[in-house]
């Protein structure tokens, strides 16, 4: 080959490079900067956003995302509506009510949890059978659990507020007790139990018994939705893409990801929560079997508020529908991507 073919070879392979970083016309590809903020450190409870965000989906959907860990000390919640984020990934559906009795413009538009994680779990050697065996023993339990799913526990199994302890999220007056009940998360503190004790806690996850909010969902002020709602949709199916794909594909670069930020969390904790998010379908069931991941249901959404009213933690004058949207989900998004069953 000459000095000139190969000086013009080079020449082409360049251009052809920068041609592809513009986008393949020629323009600079513009991404639209995006802040993500969530409720605490990274874990695999968050690892479908780390996923759109590892693989470059985000990216692909023209979003530069940039992930706002949570943590004990803060509150990335207050930084919505002010506008210093873009998005939150709020704990359950009932901060949403909340957010509509005290006139806070957010709203949820996706819920990615179809199930709640939180479960109470007890002692093998406790000889409970059965789930309504717990009302009768000592549970430790936090004040936030006291003023909304205990007061559910109480209406509907019997639960006994003399029979509560703060929960202070320390085990170890739990582990002291063996007759004792203590709250958890199914991909967290059964596996931290079982790691100091070498016993297996039995669980009772509270979805399975009825108390049945949305959890772990995307939510964004009102104005954003107004103004831009394409941005919105964008970062939307984005995260349901990379949920399936943290659930069903490599995952490999997210859970790094993840670890880089949470320099505590580990491989073996990362696989246990993956392991139980999927067991107990806390993603991907019910109707996400048919409208994707992100899933609201409006009946569900009328369900649970008025479970919550019956039993005193909602207002029955809130207007619940105002909460949430179904305009950004229920499309089917990603459902491709499941493995066939």
Known sequence: MSFFAARSRRLLIVALTVLFALGGNGTAQTLDPVKFGTNWLAEAEHGGFYQALADGTYRKYGLEVTIVQGGPQINNRILLPVGKIDFFMSANVL??????????????????????????????????????????????????????????????????????????????????????????????????????????????????????????????????????????????EASIIGWYNYLYRDNTAANELIKKNNPEMTDEMLAYSLAKLREYGIVDSGDTLRLGIGAISEARMASFFGKMVSIGVIKKTVDFRKAYTLQFVNKGVGLELRPKR
């Not at 717990?134 to 339990?141: G, S, T, V, W, Y």
């Not at 669980?203 to 919105?232: H, W």
């Open 95 to 236: 901060q949403s009510f909340s957010a509509v009795e005290q006139n806070i413009p957010t709203i949820a538009v996706a819920a990615i949890f179809q199930k709640d994680p939180q479960i109470l779990l007890v002692h093998p050697s406790a000889n409970v059978k059965k789930f309504e065996d717990l009302k009768d023993l000592r549970i430790f339990i936090s004040n936030e659990g006291r003023a909304t799913y205990f007061q559910w526990l109480k209406t509907n199994y019997g639960f006994k507020d003399e029979h509560v302890q703060t929960y202070t999220f320390n085990s170890q007056p739990f582990l002291a007790d063996g007759g004792s009940v203590m709250q958890g998360y199914i991909t967290s503190e059964p596996y931290v139990i079982e790691k100091r004790t070498r016993l297996k806690p039995q669980v009772f996850l509270l979805a399975d018994y009825g108390f049945d909010p949305y959890s772990t969902l995307i939510e964004t002020r009102k104005s954003l939705i107004e103004n831009r709602p394409d941005l919105v949709r964008r970062f939307v």
